[in-house]
């Protein structure tokens, strides 16, 4: 059935066209909306989080359509007034869950990448469709056709599965809302990866550190360092921009601090890996920092790049 399913929504190019389409245009009215839009994005994808808010509040919403779904049946056909109660009142709380959850989506879609463009936007359509149908029910209730509504609820819910299915597709075949920053063990040890005379001024270049990339930043007399690859969804930061301090991913501009890797804003919800690093000797020499996101020099002793 999962193979019937995948073959389907590879058989819908034009959908993920459109889809394309309308996450760019949504992506770059967030962008021209300036700080102000940048940070509200950021708070519906979750930037202060840690990682994607929409899976969180999507488990809200599903809960309480499941259980309604049950509390429905047991009022349909076992005549419950309390779960008549119960079955009402878990519509209602699933389609005000439902809006939230929305919002919080289409923030992610904003960010979409493009090789995920075809689920994405089946997934976003068929979660419209299910909402309008709650909807629906909810209204059929109170109108007295509980029947009627209940019907309306249970639709909607198999088409809530559908599009459970496809947000499961979309995180683990397609990679949406996981970190794809590379892993680094180390060095633990100061460690040179470059000749000094070869890393330029004020311009990103990556270097390979343990088979990884590690994006280097000249300023002066001080190396800033973090991993290279997006966490958002890979993207090669040395060939992004950077102004005041920070570099902004090329792919779906997520900004990411150079001096410790944190998220300055989304998509991304992950920090980059972050180096401490220094020049000695005609070298540039790199250590992990301690915890990414939160680059630490010990106590006495001066690093370039890591924060003061």
């Known amino acids: 059935m999962a193979d019937q399913l995948e073959q389907a929504v590879a058989r819908t190019p034009e959908v993920g066209e459109w889809g394309m389409r309308a996450s760019t245009a949504l992506h770059q009215t967030i962008l021209q909306g300036g700080e102000p839009a940048r940070y509200v994005a950021d708070a519906l994808h979750g930037t202060w989080l840690g990682h994607p808010l929409h899976p969180v509040l999507t488990e809200i919403t599903i809960g ?106 979309l995180v683990y075949k397609h990679g949406v809302g996981v970190d794809h920053s590379e892993r680094f063990t180390g060095p633990k040890d100061w460690t040179p990866v470059l000749d000094e005379r070869d890393l330029p001024l004020g311009r990103p270049m990556r270097v390979e550190v343990e088979g990884a990339g590690v994006l280097l930043y000249r300023e002066g007399g001080r190396v800033l360092a973090i991993g290279s690859v997006c966490s958002h969804a890979g993207g090669p930061l040395e060939e992004g921009w950077v102004r005041d301090g920070c570099v902004q991913c090329p792919w779906h501009d997520s900004v990411f601090r150079l001096s410790d890797g944190a998220v300055v804003h989304g998509p991304a919800t992950r920090p980059q890996p972050s180096f401490d690093a220094r020049l000695r000797d005609g070298k540039v020499e790199l250590r992990l920092a301690n915890d990414p996101g939160a680059g630490a020099t010990p106590a006495g002793e001066t690093v370039a790049g890591a924060p003061s």
């Open 64 to 169: 309480a359509w499941c259980v309604g779904g049950v509390m429905d049946a047991m009022a349909e056909f076992g005549g419950s007034s309390k779960a008549a109660w119960a079955g009402d009142r878990l519509a209602e709380i699933g389609a005000a869950s439902a809006a939230a959850t929305a919002l919080t989506g289409l923030a992610d879609f904003s960010g979409l990448p493009q090789w995920a463009a075809k689920p994405a936007t089946l997934h976003a359509a068929i979660n419209g469709v299910s909402a309008g149908l709650y909807a629906a029910s909810i209204v059929e209730r109170r109108r007295g056709n509980h029947s009627r509504g209940r019907a309306l609820g249970w639709t909607a819910l198999a088409m809530t599965a559908a599009s459970a299915w496809l947000g499961g597709m």
